[in-house]
């Protein structure tokens, strides 16, 4: 039976950890999130993150942007808040409506702000190998996964998926501590006989227990990133009755990755918050 990875354990240790930190550092970091649009998971999601705020003494914002913002009026409410000198970090909430162009509001984030670790400077900082912000489900991973003892360096790890939030930047942190990755995707062919080989394997498809038992060998760690409501129930991207009988760790959903995202998201703004009272990010 396999041991259970429990995040949400990992990530209250971490967070009164990171509460003490900020008290003892004299600073008073400050979060702003952005939201467009009315969409519930979406409006959950932020709530959680400022009571995560709240709980480690950062203060934060949240502003809210009708469905129909267009994509110039979103950019011009980061800029307002790259501008702000009391604002440390910046989210805005993933996805945003079909009218806004996604990618042109992540590149109007100052990357010295950019906490979720999305532009294009942070990407590549992280694929080059010297990370300054990193996205805050793969960090949570590795957190996670450390915070157990596992050992990555020299083992075969398999990442089902290539989103740029997760799949990719995932790859590059387990590439970066020397593990041997490989990253599958839609057009893989016979993706069972390729994560049947892997030491690691690491699940961001967004398709409910997509990922089952005879796909994984045996005494794998299994990372579930997925978070599929279905007949309003939360299953992640792994069959997980079936998978912890042959897998030596899995992470459960929920109560897995999820809130190592929040505890990094506040980690990464604490770290903003130091590095701006130092000065200009070079």
């Excluded at 604002?87 to 950019?114: C, F």
């Excluded at 900082?125 to 050992?151: H, N, W």
């Amino acid at each position: 039976m396999a041991v259970i990875l429990d995040g949400k354990a990992v990530s209250e240790r971490r967070l009164e950890l990171l509460r003490e930190a900020i008290d003892e550092s004299g600073l008073s970091p400050r979060l702003a999130t952005v939201l467009v649009g009315d969409d519930p998971a979406s409006a959950l999601y932020v709530r959680m993150k400022h009571q995560a705020c709240e709980r480690v003494h950062i203060g934060s914002i949240n502003v809210t942007l009708p469905a129909d913002a267009t994509t110039a009026r979103v950019v011009e409410t980061v800029r307002r808040l790259n501008a702000d000198p009391e604002i440390n970090g910046i989210l805005v909430q993933l996805p945003l409506p079909a009218g806004v162009d996604e990618e042109a509001v992540i590149e109007a984030v100052s990357p010295a702000k950019d906490v979720d670790g999305f532009h294009p400077c942070n990407l590549g900082r992280l694929f080059s190998g010297r990370p300054r912000y990193t996205p805050c489900t793969p960090a949570g991973i590795m957190t996670l996964l450390a915070e157990y003892g596992i050992d990555l360096a020299g083992r075969r790890a398999v990442v089902v998926g290539r989103s740029i939030d997760v799949g990719r930047p995932i790859a590059a942190l387990l590439l970066n501590a020397d593990a041997t990755v490989t990253i599958c995707h839609s057009r893989t062919k016979d993706l069972a006989s390729v994560t049947r080989e892997a030491d690691i394997v690491v699940a961001a498809v967004g398709k409910p227990r997509f990922i089952t038992a005879e796909m994984i060998g045996e005494g794998a760690v299994v990372v579930d990133v997925g978070t599929n409501r279905v007949e309003g129930r939360l299953l992640g991207d792994v069959d997980f009755d079936s998978v912890r009988e042959r897998a030596a760790a899995i992470t459960p959903v929920p109560g897995g990755v999820g809130p190592m995202t929040i505890a990094t998201l506040m980690e990464n703004t604490f770290a903003a918050a130091r590095r701006q009272a130092c000065g200009p990010a070079p």
